[in-house]
Structures are given as structure tokens and as C-alpha cells.
């Protein structure tokens, strides 16, 4: 499939790079214009489960979409591996883990990373996080006083209401398709007994149980955390976006409810795109399904380029432009 016009791969370069502490060093790509001087840079945070630095999804790569078309409009990007698909056998022997485990620490490390190399502007350092990994950022904002001098996030398809609220209604949704075979309806029904327990654990924080082989610890640290309400308390500015054709995080809940939000933290940019699936890429369907991801596509230009603008200017129009 060819490349979408946004990126112009004679107009940057990459390198291999690790950051972190030890046991948990990871390795990462940073990307950069050729040109000399000093950019704005973007680290780029998965969603959920052991994800590569692309976010490598059937034969799609969403991550490395963006950090190619960002650095072919002078923005540089740090991509990685997560922990968890680096160090799968480390993280299932530890006792017992939060999220902090999982995504934070390494977004911390990330952010600290990015600060030491010569060609960012420290200045002009975002975070990007799609899905899971835009789920946790406010918090990560509010929690940790590295990122009080971020010059702002992105919050790409990031679910507002809980994750077993989200995952309640991807079954749902998912039980009603016709392609939906029994083997399938099986496992969808072994996921609500799951999500069962992760809502018992309300009720019963000391229950011995591990919702989808995952310790309670986990889902008792994220029980009273409210996105949209953590990133309103924070003065960092934040561009929400939403393909509305997305099962997964939707967008007549979640990207309501940031909306709704938005009308009093004007530090919120919310906007949302017709059309467009999980991946920010053509649903096929009014409502994207599961099958939708093994199809090969790019992200959206549109995407794209609002990104660029908001960074340049704090604006997704162009027109704002000084």
C-alpha cells in the first residue's frame, strides 16, 4: 500500500535508542527532521496489552504513521516498546502491579529521555497517547511533577468512563453483530464473568481474584479515577480526538463526556472525525467491527494534520497560523 502524501521520507531520519531504568531499559526509535536546530517532539503512548513502537495492529501501524508524518513537518517523535511486550515473563512473576507498572513509569522515563537529547526543544514536549494510554495521561499529569512544563497532550480515542464499563459495551456491541460465531459468543461470555469480578472488587477489594489473569491491585488503583474531572484540574493544555465510527471507545459516551468537559476547561480541544475507526483510519462500516483493523490502511491525513497545527499554534485551524 502506498504512503500517504503526508510523509515525505527523505525529510527525516531515525535512531535506535534505549531509555529507562534498569530491569525495565527499553528500546525505542527517535525520529527527527534532517534539517539542523532544535524541534517540538512527541511521545507517542500505547493502549492496552504488550504493544510494539508502531502499535502494530493486523498489517496497520498506527505509531509509526504518525511519527513519520509528524517529522516530515518538523516535529520529532520517540516511539518504544512496551514493558509489558519486552519483558512479558518479568511483569507476569511481580506479586502484584498498577498501571504505574505498566504505562507511567515508562512515560515518566520517556518524558526525562527526551529532555536530554540536543535536537528537542524542551520547551515544546508533548505526549500522545492513544486509547489506554490516553485514558491514563491526566492522571499521570496531575500525579507526577515531571510533566508540569509539558507544552501539552493528545488524547487519541482515550476512554472516559471506566475500563469495565468500556469493555462491557464493546461486548455488547459486539454480541449483536451477525459475523459474531459461537466460538466467539463463548469468549464474550467468559469476558462478562470477568468483567463481573472487576466491578465485585467495588463492593469487595480484598476478594482473591485476578480479572483477566490481571491482579486486583490493578483495578482497585484505577476504581475512583475520573479522566475527564483529573484533566480539568490540570492547566496543561489537551487535544481530544475521536473517530466516530470506533467500537472500542465511543463516540457517543466517551467523547461526550470530554466534551461536556471542554465547556468549562478551556484548555480542552475536542474534535472528532466522521468515518474514521479505533485506528483513526476508514471504517468500512457506519460502525467499525473487529474486522476492520485486518484491512491495510494509514492514518487519516485529516488527523494528521490537525495535530501539526494544534502543536504550531494551539489551534487545529490553520488560518490561526502566525
Not at 492496552?48 to 498489517?59: L, M, W
Not at 512479558?88 to 506479586?95: G, I
Request: hydrophobic letters at 35%; charged letters at 20%.
Amino acid at each position: 500500500m502506498a504512503m500517504p502524501s503526508y510523509i515525505n521520507q527523505e525529510s527525516f531520519t531515525e535512531s535506535g535508542v534505549e531509555f529507562g531504568q534498569r530491569p525495565w531499559v527499553l528500546p525505542g526509535t527517535f525520529t527527527r527532521p534532517k534539517e539542523s536546530g532544535q524541534f517540538p517532539c512527541v511521545i507517542l503512548v500505547h493502549g492496552s496489552g504488550p504493544q510494539d513502537r508502531n502499535e502494530t495492529i493486523g498489517p496497520n501501524q498506527p505509531f509509526r504513521d504518525l511519527a513519520w508524518g509528524l517529522a516530515s513537518k518538523q516535529i520529532a517523535v520517540l516511539r518504544y516498546e512496551k514493558r509489558t511486550r519486552i519483558y512479558p515473563d518479568e511483569f507476569k512473576n511481580l506479586s502484584s502491579f498498577t498501571i504505574k507498572e505498566e504505562t507511567t513509569d515508562d512515560v515518566i522515563s520517556a518524558i526525562e529521555f527526551v529532555r536530554g537529547l540536543d535536537r528537542v526543544d524542551n520547551q515544546k514536549i508533548f505526549v500522545l497517547g492513544h486509547s489506554l494510554g490516553g485514558f491514563i495521561l491526566p492522571r499521570i499529569l496531575k500525579t507526577y511533577p515531571q510533566t508540569e512544563d509539558l507544552a501539552g497532550v493528545i488524547l487519541l480515542a482515550a476512554n472516559a468512563r471506566s475500563l469495565d464499563e468500556v469493555m462491557a459495551s464493546q461486548v455488547a456491541y459486539l454480541e449483536t453483530l451477525e459475523d459474531t460465531t459461537a466460538d466467539i459468543r463463548e469468549v464474550l461470555e467468559s469476558m462478562k464473568t470477568q468483567i463481573g469480578l472487576i466491578k465485585s472488587l467495588r463492593q469487595n477489594p480484598r476478594a482473591d481474584v485476578s480479572p483477566f489473569d490481571v491482579p486486583s491491585s490493578y483495578w482497585i488503583d484505577l476504581q475512583d479515577y475520573h479522566p475527564p474531572e483529573t484533566l480539568c484540574e490540570t492547566k496543561i493544555p489537551a487535544l481530544i480526538l475521536q473517530g466516530e465510527s470506533d467500537y472500542q471507545v465511543r463516540w457517543d459516551s466517551d467523547f461526550r463526556l470530554w466534551q461536556e468537559h471542554s465547556r468549562s476547561c478551556p484548555q480542552l480541544t475536542c474534535l472528532s472525525y466522521p468515518g474514521l475507526h479505533h485506528l483513526f483510519m476508514t471504517s468500512s462500516t457506519p460502525m467499525a467491527t473487529p474486522r476492520v483493523y485486518a484491512q491495510a490502511d494509514h492514518v487519516h491525513p485529516r488527523v494528521l494534520t490537525d495535530i501539526v497545527n494544534w502543536i504550531g499554534t494551539g489551534s487545529t485551524h490553520p488560518a490561526n497560523m502566525h
